[in-house]
């Protein structure tokens, strides 16, 4: 119950986070897969980058971690990195994402 509310406020967390190369948050761009939160405060971020060569992959990731770790009730956050499903903007990116990108 008070998991889905924390998994929010971690999505939340990670609009902050915005892609250098295309300046939209990670979020609207659909590459946040999956957020799980445990009641020790554990958070497993299941995300995918723009391009498995993104160049910027590190410094992303590595903002998603302090972005959830700035949430006062979290332990611990892991960052996984996953490419399948492959990225896809038309279909994961929100319709904010698609327009800033010209997709739509």
Do not use: F
Request: overall charge negative; glycine content about 6%; charged content about 20%.
């Amino acid at each position: 119950m008070m998991t889905s509310m924390q998994e929010d406020l971690v999505m939340e967390t990670l609009r902050s986070v915005v892609d250098p190369e295309l300046g939209i948050n990670i979020v609207d761009l659909g590459l946040i897969y999956k957020v799980d939160v445990t009641e020790a405060g554990a958070v497993t971020i299941k995300m995918t980058l723009t391009s498995p060569g993104c160049p910027l992959g590190a410094v992303i990731q590595g903002q998603c971690h302090q972005a959830a770790k700035k949430l006062p009730w979290v332990k611990e956050v892991n960052c996984q990195l996953v490419w399948s499903p492959r990225w896809d903007p038309k279909t994961m990116a929100s319709e904010d994402a698609r327009m800033e990108l010209g997709i739509l």
